[in-house]
């Protein structure tokens, strides 16, 4: 199977046009194969991983009482995002991909102006996570992959020392927003170049900017990304609909999570650098959570990631 | 232009007798086979050794797609009649004359004996560019190569033109829009029934397709009511050589008057987009106005409203002003009645 369309150029030269639209079917039961598979593992495992991991991970009634019942996890900036990225990214989906599988619209002004959409959100993200939030919270580090290494033995039947709650994000989070991260950043690029194609009221049309060559690449890239996108989304939309992750879904629409399940996570960083409103302030914000009281009902920003990730992580060398 | 060459690359031929055995053949072979009418669009494709089909369904013995039927509410014209059945059909002439002045208008008289009327509507665009070859969008690839500011587009579209700016060269076409046919087609889930003005679309919905016929699908018939049978009818054709050649823009219109008063009016061109444009916010203008100088020039104007010529075809604007400004005013001389 040709994974890319090649064509003759009008001047003989062989020059790639877009990618194989059979990629789209690979693509889209792959991501269904995987969930198949994980939801299987998950299943079939469920017992024996509980009683491989007891003790490790299990969340003790002292790790939450120190905490308020609710505890921010995204700003209401992040969450804007979210899900102005996410819409922007399944109308990109639905325009890119119901014309191929037969479904006649016309879709190519839609599909540019969700890309707009997309493209600005994403700036917004990037400045966001870079100046507000903990810009490195979701990029993987020495102690996810010595974590994955650990739990990998474990799984293996090797001895190895307990892997460590995770912090705001775990590993799987981090490598996927890794893999979005450049499909993403792939797709925006190119689009925006073919942009210059089609009629838009942002640029003059210009099909001679680069080379058929460049051109047909720059269309498989984009391809690539889309394609590979329908996986990524499947996956994504399993996960976030997966009973034991509800509650990160959730915190994706209402901005926080209980204590309880704040308590399997190692820090509470990166924390919205959002100060409490005064009704809800903590009495003592710079303070360690151990030596915190929850207040009632309320929903409370929790002190610098810093100022957790210290008490939280002498609490596990005890 | 595309070089032709003598022999035409090997395909199975079948030649089916039915129209259930044509769609049968073309289930059996999905995006293989070609279907054939007339095969005047079909062997140029051939002959260029730009599409080679492995499989060619000949529709010239199947019985049941030739012939004019009268039917309750008036005429069934079977998808492989040809164009000269088409002209010289007496009912044709003398109740829907815009049909046969627009078949009359195709090609020349070989090839209207030969060409069908489902091939006539059914036929791919003509640009030059895609007929050679190239890999531009309606081919498949990511460029037109009409539409850059180097590209010969003389021909090319004014509207509706979304990547690809070929046009649709039929003549029958438009005047089938006038007439408010209906399209019958025979797909896999059955029969299909469709307006004419339907069954043409735009590059925005399919860039590799003129109709809205997909691998297996078959136009069987064209169904034209009574709606306009007897109105005041317009056609005409502009083209570089009066002999024979495709139309740079035509216009086709079906006019109901009371006295002087436009009571009811289609008005469609072709030429100046990839699909027929039936010229909707002109009709709804012109309707309750006299049939007048006054209100053929509004039509006019309003007509071309929105028109974006390429490097070469700026012409096509007030070819298409003019156009439609004698179909609207009185007595023209294109006119049939």
Redesign the interface.
Known sequence: MNLI?W????WGQQ?P??IAWSLLWVSAVGGLLFLIVHAAYVSYSAKSRKAHFSGDTAVSSGDSAHLPERVARHSLGARLFHMIMAMAMLALLVTAFL?KV?V??????YHWIAGIVLTISVIYHIFHATFVLDFWSIWPDSEDLEDASRRLKRALGRPAPPPRKFAKYPLENKLYHLVIMLAGLTAIGTGLFMMK???TPFFT?N??LFG?MT??WM?VLHGLAGVGFVALVTVHIYFAIRPEKLFITKSMIFGWITNIWNSTIRDAGPLPKQRPSRRHRHPNPRACPPRCQPTKSALVALPSSSAMNSCWRMRDRD | MAVIHDVIPAFELFQPTTVDDALALQSRHGAKAWVLAGGLDSFDWFKDRIKRPEVVIDLSQVKELRGIRTTSDGLEIGAMTTLTEVVRHPMIREKYAILPNAAEAAASPQIRNQGTIGGNVSQDARCWYYRGG??CYR???????A???TGLNREHAILD???CVAVNPSDTAPALIALDAKMVLRTPKGERVVNAEDYF??P???ITRMT?L?PGDLLTAIRIPSTWAGSQFYFEKVRDRSVWDFALVNVAAAMVTSGNTIERIRLVVNGVAAHPVRLTAVEAAVVGRPRSEQTAELAAQLAVRGAKPLQYNGYKVPLMRNLVKRAIRPASAGEVT
């Open positions: 369309q064509a003759e150029s009008p020059v046009t877009h014309p037969g006649r619209f016309a879709w190519v002004t194609r089609v009629e049309r099909p001679y058929d051109w047909g269309y | 190239w890999p081919a498949g690839g990511n460029i037109c190569y539409d850059t500011p033109a979304d990547r679309i735009g925005g919905i399919d809205i997909r």
